[in-house]
Each structure stands twice: as structure tokens, then as C-alpha cells.
């Protein structure tokens, strides 16, 4: 027999119904000297639209980027990917500034992971990065798969650096399970959140 | 006395149905030369219901080869002709890794008190797996005392078979409400794609 925690939920919201969102948690991970963070379900047709929320992110390794894959079909995460990274950074005791296109951060039809945050976090105590991703209709098999990040962190030379990074999984198989990991060394510790947007 | 129609919304939503995020209007272009949202047009909030809007559009794809993505504001009149002005930067690298990528000003597509309609996207093309993704923010287009702000970013995979990347922002310098919005391209038409509408509460 059903019982009300089991229908309770089971109801249709009119649309003026007040305290309903698009925007649905669909997982929280919690870091804590992982090697890898994947999200290995969830990523399918139920929506256009997925981000990504980055909190507090820390490595275990001084000097080391945020990075992501895509998995497209095997269990590995190497899709192939065509992308653009620039960021603007400014030191903490105020000697330079900067706002330059990183060749070395992009990539061109390459299978590796992606460089998405910063290009030298620092692991001091308090120094972190945070950010999204968003990654548009990944269950899709006619186009290329289109996301798009923006993250800010706390670098190891002591400065604030604003990364901007776009681009494409240049494959028409779908996108189910998407992972994060450091250049080098643990995610020490942080928060990943993946949200569907209806 | 309270009836049910009173009280039946007034529950617990479990974890994550929750949320400011609220969807208005979802659109599927198909051959069409342009897609407007309309304030009071099928279901289409675009008032002062809500401070900021959000406009997603997903997987864009082109009738014709070489085009750009844009959008216009109607602020008044039929005509999505809003007075902008307006900033634009991009990006591009091949995926042959041949020459420098690009991270350039946009002079040639920002606007300054244009009518035209504002470029969101570098080229197009009409390959079968080439498309376009990203989501423009407009904030507050009812007021009348204020210019009307907005906020883009997109990625594309161009004909030129690169990865571009556009941000832009500027605001319509007028004073009138901004009561529907526009989306086409410069050439030809919306082949497919998906166009949402979010109001944040």
C-alpha cells in the first residue's frame, strides 16, 4: 500500500505555484583527498542544461590547475575537445595586472583533460578555488557539445586570477558522466554541485 | 474558511524542488526567420513580474552558412529597435591548432547608440554537428526611469571549424520598458534550436 512519503510528492504544481524552480540539485560531492570527482549518472536527456557549481576547492598540491573530462561513451573521460581560455589576474600587494588569452591552457581537438581554473592554485591554508560550469544538452547525438566555465582562485603567487573558458566536445555521441581533478595531487578538499536546468 | 484551493500548495517541497529560478517559456525554432518572446504573448512574462530575465538558447543551428546570431529589444513600437549601446569581445581557436588564437575587441559587431540588432555569436556555419549555445541576462526591462541592462555569452562551433567564444554586455539607452525580445540572424533562418525563458524571483 502506498503510503503519504511515498505520494506525497507525486502531484502536479499549477504553474503559479510558488517556491517551484528549474534550477534542481541533482548531486552534491564532498572532496576529501579525492583523486577524482565524477558524476557517472544524472547526465542525460532530462535536461537542456547542467552546471556545475565549484565551492571552495583545495589542493593537496601547490601549483596546480582545476581540470574536466567528458565521457562519451566508454569509462573513460576523453572526449575530444576544441576550447578558448583567458583569464585577467591582479597580485594581492598590487604590482601587475593582466588580461591575456592562455595559449598553453586551450586545446585543439585533444582528448586530455581540460585546464579550467587558474594556472597555478596555491594549497596554503586558505587559498581555494570556485566557479561553474555549464554544459548545454549533453545527450544529444547530432551536435557538438557546447559548455562553458568561469571560476576565480586564490594563486599561488598570491594573486586573484578570473578564468574564462569555452568550447565544445567536438563528438556527436552523448555526454554521460563528467570528471574533475586536479593537474597534480588530490582535491584535497571542496564542494562539486551539479544542477539540471529545466 | 480554508478551503484546499487555499492551502494545497502550502507544503514542504523535498530537497531541490525548490528554487528562484522559474521557467516562463520554452521555444523550438524550425525554419523560422526569427523567435520573439512577446510580453503577454503565449504565456510569455516579460514585465515587471521579475527583476532579472534569462534567456537560454541551445543548440542553435543555422539555415544559412556564415551568419551571425543576434538579438534586438522592442521598446515601445512593433520594431526591435531599441537604441544599444554596447560591448563585445571573442575568442577563436582551430581545432587544427594552426595560427594564433584569436582574444579580440569585436569593433566591427559592438553597437553605439545602434538600432540594429546586437551580435552574439562569430560565424556560423550550416554543418550537420555546428551549433551554437548560451544565455543572455536582462535586468529589469520594465523600469522607465532607468536604461535597461543585458549580459550575453555563447560558444559556437564555427564554420571555420573553431571554437568562438562571445561575451558582450551594454543596455538599451531608453527610458520606455523593454516589452518583448528578438532573436535571429543576420542571414537566413533559425534551421533549430531551443529558446528558454527564465524569470528569477
Same mark, same amino acid.
Given at each position: 500500500?502506498?503510503?503519504?512519503?511515498?505520494?506525497?510528492?507525486?502531484?502536479?504544481?499549477?504553474?503559479?505555484?510558488?517556491?517551484?524552480?528549474?534550477?534542481?540539485?541533482?548531486?552534491?560531492?564532498?572532496?576529501?583527498?579525492?583523486?577524482?570527482?565524477?558524476?557517472?549518472?544524472?547526465?542525460?536527456?532530462?535536461?537542456?542544461?547542467?552546471?556545475?557549481?565549484?565551492?571552495?576547492?583545495?589542493?593537496?598540491?601547490?601549483?596546480?590547475?582545476?581540470?574536466?573530462?567528458?565521457?562519451?561513451?566508454?569509462?573513460?573521460?576523453?572526449?575530444?575537445?576544441?576550447?578558448?581560455?583567458?583569464?585577467?589576474? =591582479?597580485?594581492?600587494?598590487?604590482?601587475?595586472?593582466?588580461?591575456?588569452?592562455?595559449?598553453?591552457?586551450?586545446?585543439?581537438?585533444?582528448?586530455?583533460?581540460?585546464?579550467?581554473?587558474?594556472?597555478?592554485?596555491?594549497?596554503?591554508?586558505?587559498?581555494?578555488?570556485?566557479?561553474?560550469?555549464?554544459?548545454?544538452?549533453?545527450?544529444?547525438?547530432?551536435?557538438?557539445?557546447?559548455?562553458?566555465?568561469?571560476?576565480?582562485?586564490?594563486?599561488?603567487?598570491?594573486?586573484?586570477? +578570473?578564468?574564462?573558458?569555452?568550447?565544445?566536445?567536438?563528438?556527436?555521441?552523448?555526454?554521460?558522466?563528467?570528471?574533475?581533478?586536479?593537474?597534480?595531487?588530490?582535491?584535497?578538499?571542496?564542494?562539486?554541485?551539479?544542477?539540471?536546468?529545466? | 474558511?480554508?478551503?484546499?484551493?487555499?492551502?494545497?500548495?502550502?507544503?514542504?517541497?523535498?530537497?531541490?524542488?525548490?528554487?528562484?529560478?522559474?521557467?516562463?517559456?520554452?521555444?523550438?525554432?524550425?525554419?523560422?526567420?526569427?523567435?520573439?518572446?512577446?510580453?503577454?504573448?503565449? +504565456?510569455?512574462?516579460?514585465?515587471?513580474?521579475?527583476?532579472?530575465?534569462?534567456?537560454?538558447?541551445?543548440?542553435? =543551428?543555422?539555415?544559412?552558412? +556564415?551568419?551571425?546570431?543576434?538579438?534586438?529589444?522592442?521598446?515601445?513600437?512593433?520594431?526591435?529597435?531599441?537604441?544599444?549601446?554596447?560591448?563585445?569581445?571573442?575568442?577563436?581557436?582551430?581545432?587544427?591548432?594552426?595560427?594564433?588564437?584569436?582574444?579580440?575587441?569585436?569593433?566591427?559587431?559592438?553597437?553605439?547608440?545602434?538600432?540594429?540588432?546586437?551580435?552574439?555569436?562569430?560565424?556560423?556555419?550550416?554543418?550537420?554537428?555546428?551549433?551554437?549555445?548560451?544565455?543572455?541576462?536582462?535586468?529589469?526591462?520594465?523600469?522607465?526611469?532607468?536604461?535597461?541592462?543585458?549580459?550575453?555569452?555563447?560558444?559556437?562551433?564555427?564554420?571555420?571549424?573553431?571554437?568562438?567564444?562571445?561575451?558582450?554586455?551594454?543596455?538599451?539607452?531608453?527610458?520606455?520598458?523593454?516589452?518583448?525580445?528578438?532573436?535571429?540572424?543576420?542571414?537566413?533562418?533559425?534551421?533549430?534550436?531551443?529558446?528558454?525563458?527564465?524569470?528569477?524571483?
Amino acid at each position: 500500500m502506498a503510503t503519504y512519503a511515498s505520494i506525497k510528492y507525486d502531484m502536479d504544481l499549477s504553474s503559479n505555484a510558488t517556491g517551484t524552480g528549474a534550477m534542481t540539485l541533482l548531486s552534491t560531492q564532498t572532496a576529501s583527498s579525492s583523486s577524482t570527482i565524477s558524476f557517472t549518472s544524472g547526465i542525460d536527456s532530462t535536461y537542456k542544461e547542467y552546471v556545475f557549481k565549484f565551492y571552495d576547492i583545495h589542493p593537496a598540491t601547490n601549483d596546480t590547475e582545476l581540470q574536466v573530462g567528458f565521457r562519451d561513451g566508454s569509462t573513460a573521460y576523453d572526449a575530444t575537445k576544441t576550447t578558448t581560455y583567458f583569464n585577467s589576474l =591582479h597580485y594581492e600587494n598590487d604590482s601587475a595586472t593582466s588580461l591575456a588569452y592562455v595559449a598553453g591552457h586551450d586545446q585543439a581537438q585533444a582528448t586530455g583533460f581540460l585546464k579550467i581554473i587558474t594556472t597555478g592554485l596555491g594549497n596554503d591554508n586558505d587559498q581555494s578555488c570556485a566557479g561553474e560550469l555549464i554544459l548545454y544538452d549533453p545527450s544529444n547525438t547530432t551536435f557538438v557539445k557546447h559548455f562553458i566555465s568561469r571560476g576565480t582562485a586564490a594563486h599561488q603567487e598570491d594573486l586573484t586570477q +578570473d578564468v574564462f573558458v569555452a568550447g565544445y566536445c567536438n563528438v556527436t555521441a552523448a555526454i554521460d558522466g563528467v570528471q574533475f581533478k586536479m593537474s597534480s595531487g588530490d582535491i584535497d578538499s571542496g564542494v562539486i554541485k551539479l544542477y539540471g536546468i529545466s | 474558511m480554508a478551503t484546499y484551493q487555499d492551502s494545497r500548495y502550502n507544503i514542504a517541497l523535498p530537497s531541490g524542488a525548490g528554487g528562484s529560478l522559474v521557467h516562463i517559456k520554452t521555444i523550438a525554432a524550425s525554419s523560422d526567420s526569427t523567435i520573439s518572446f512577446v510580453d503577454g504573448t503565449s +504565456d510569455v512574462v516579460l514585465d515587471n513580474t521579475y527583476r532579472t530575465y534569462i534567456f537560454k538558447f541551445i543548440n542553435i =543551428h543555422a539555415g544559412s552558412d +556564415d551568419v551571425l546570431f543576434s538579438v534586438g529589444f522592442r521598446d515601445g513600437s512593433t520594431a526591435y529597435d531599441a537604441t544599444k549601446t554596447t560591448t563585445l569581445f571573442q575568442t577563436e581557436h582551430n581545432e587544427s591548432d594552426s595560427g594564433t588564437p584569436v582574444f579580440t575587441y569585436a569593433t566591427g559587431d559592438d553597437l553605439a547608440q545602434g538600432t540594429g540588432f546586437q551580435v552574439m555569436t562569430r560565424n556560423l556555419g550550416t554543418g550537420n554537428d555546428e551549433c551554437a549555445s548560451g544565455e543572455l541576462w536582462l535586468f529589469n526591462p520594465s523600469s522607465t526611469t532607468y536604461v535597461k541592462h543585458f549580459m550575453f555569452k555563447s560558444n559556437i562551433n564555427s564554420n571555420d571549424d573553431s571554437s568562438d567564444a562571445s561575451y558582450g554586455a551594454g543596455y538599451c539607452n531608453v527610458t520606455a520598458a523593454i516589452d518583448a525580445v528578438q532573436f535571429k540572424f543576420n542571414s537566413g533562418n533559425i534551421d533549430a534550436g531551443t529558446f528558454k525563458l527564465y524569470g528569477i524571483a
